[in-house]
């Protein structure tokens, strides 16, 4: 030990705001992962369901570790809720959706294959017989004088 040269205390004080436990400790940058899951040390810690309406998956959080050993998550200066898993939860898989590019055709014995199209009736008969009156065109039906 060095005795001083001068007895006066030249420690500056602490600036108004700065909590010494948020200075002094162990901060790092996580993703938060599709199941709002976090890694930080061989630890899984999961984000508590009420923060859901900030949509947290994808998002960077701050994992703080203080000297006394506590863990906080952060998220733009706001405290996160979480709790420690024992393993991480099982994924689960998204089904593919169904694609079907092909256009259906009827088998080769299927009722509507091998019927002649010049065999079918008009759709609406009557109606070519009125637009051949607006024309001028004189129509003889069977059966009518």
Request: aromatic share 4%; hydrophobic share 40%; glycine share 4%.
């Amino acid at each position: 030990m060095v005795k001083a040269r001068a007895p006066a205390d030249v420690h500056r004080k602490l600036p108004a705001g700065v909590k010494l436990d948020e200075v002094l400790c162990f901060q790092e940058k996580r993703r938060v992962s599709n199941d709002w899951c976090v890694s930080w040390r061989n630890r899984i810690l999961q984000l508590d369901p009420r923060h859901q309406r900030m949509a947290l998956a994808g998002r960077e959080v701050i994992v703080r570790e203080q000297l006394k050993g506590t863990i906080q998550l952060m998220h733009q200066g706001h405290q996160l809720h979480w709790r420690e898993l024992a393993t991480r939860p099982p994924r689960i898989k998204a089904k593919k959706t169904a694609q079907n590019n092909t256009p259906w055709k009827p088998a080769a014995n299927h009722p509507w294959r091998g019927v002649p199209r010049a065999s079918l009736a008009p759709a609406a008969p009557m109606r070519d017989l009125h637009a051949e009156k607006n024309r001028g065109v004189t129509v003889l039906l069977p059966g009518k004088p």
